[in-house]
């Protein structure tokens, strides 16, 4: 199968990757040089641009930062038309990238006027997932789309959800990743408060972990350095998902809240304390360093 693949940074390039050792033939573009050699030397097509990537594709991935990236690159701004015009009739349009609900209805609305399909589909695993191949999918579509989609995401992901109509995944994943964010400064809080009376971090981690206060953070991506040799904590905070990012899905989790009325105090917490790890200038970090903002 001919897959176009469009923004291969810590997510898309591992993803893009992934579907090259399944076989199919993959050509990929990013704005950045790094990202493209990345995908190349794993035996991905580079593309020139995303309308080179795109022609005579059968499906189009997209793995971009926020809203205003994937509504510029399919619909075009800044008076160039957008990726709908290359597409091929018929073509389906997956978008992986966590982005407003309103924002994928938008897309699709105007991919079905020109015959393409759209789904959203945003991912949960963060980059060890990407790698590993386990993403779990958070699909917004028809069901006949999400079918023809099911073998791609098969190769990135090992859970595919269907949560409902287009839009529908991305609102799923903005409860989770509130949900997340909320749990990562309490995560760190915890440990924190630990550190700050003498427990070792690696101790106090596996205690809780093993108890009530058990969660994902605890499991896979501890914020305090040395207690996960892979998470970004023990990195310097590099790679992972960075803390803009969060900031982003906090955002459009209290935009959302606010449009159906739907108190999430935590939340908004949740998203003033990373704005405000942000302006400290920790933006691009990864957001488990909030722990910083936590520690004596
Ligand atoms: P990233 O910043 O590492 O990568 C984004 C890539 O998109 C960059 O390489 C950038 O050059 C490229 N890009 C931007 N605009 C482009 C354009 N017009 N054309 C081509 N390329 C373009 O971000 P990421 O961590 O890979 O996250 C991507 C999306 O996935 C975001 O919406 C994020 O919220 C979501 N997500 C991230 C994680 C994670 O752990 N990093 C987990 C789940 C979901």
């Given amino acids: 199968m001919q897959i176009a693949f ?10 893009a990757i992934n579907l090259v050792k399944a076989g199919h033939s993959v050509k990929a573009f990013d704005l950045s040089a790094d990202a493209l050699a990345r995908v190349k030397a794993e035996g991905g097509q580079i ?34 038309a957008g990726l709908l015009t290359h597409i091929n009739k018929g073509a389906l349009i997956i978008d992986s990238s966590t982005i407003a609900a309103t924002s994928s209805q938008k897309v699709a609305q105007a991919a079905a006027a020109a015959g393409i399909g759209f789904i959203d589909a945003p991912v949960s695993g963060g980059t060890g997932g990407a790698i590993a191949g386990t993403l779990t999918f ?9 079918e023809r989609a099911r073998p791609v995401l ?22 989770n990743n509130m949900l997340l964010g909320i749990l990562m400064i309490g995560t760190s809080e915890a440990i924190a408060l630990g550190v700050a009376n ?31 040799e892979n998470a970004p904590a023990s990195k310097g905070y590099a790679g992972g ?28 917490l949740a998203r003033a304390i990373y704005a405000a790890h942000s302006i400290a200038g920790h933006g691009p970090q990864d957001f488990s360093s909030v722990i910083k903002m936590l520690q004596k």
């Fill in 241 to 268: 998902f960075g803390t803009d990012l969060m900031l982003k899905d906090l955002g459009l989790a209290q935009e959302n809240a606010m449009s159906v009325k739907a108190s999430t105090p935590l939340g908004g």
């Fill in 198 to 228: 003498g427990l070792d971090p690696k101790v106090l981690s596996e205690i809780m972990r093993r108890s009530s206060g058990g969660n994902w953070a605890l499991e896979k991506y501890n914020p305090f350095p040395g207690v996960h």
């Fill in 154 to 175: 098969e190769k990135m992901g090992a859970n595919i959800f269907h949560a409902g109509a287009v839009g529908a995944g991305q609102t799923a994943k903005i409860c």
């Fill in 138 to 146: 958070m699909v917004g579509g028809s069901d006949a789309d999400l």
């Fill in 47 to 80: 593309a020139s641009s995303a309308q080179d990537a795109a022609t005579g594709a059968e499906v189009v991935i997209s793995m971009l930062p926020a809203s205003q990236h994937v509504e510029g690159l399919y619909l075009g701004k800044d008076g160039q």
């Fill in 6 to 15: 469009i923004g291969l940074g810590n997510m898309g390039a591992p993803m």
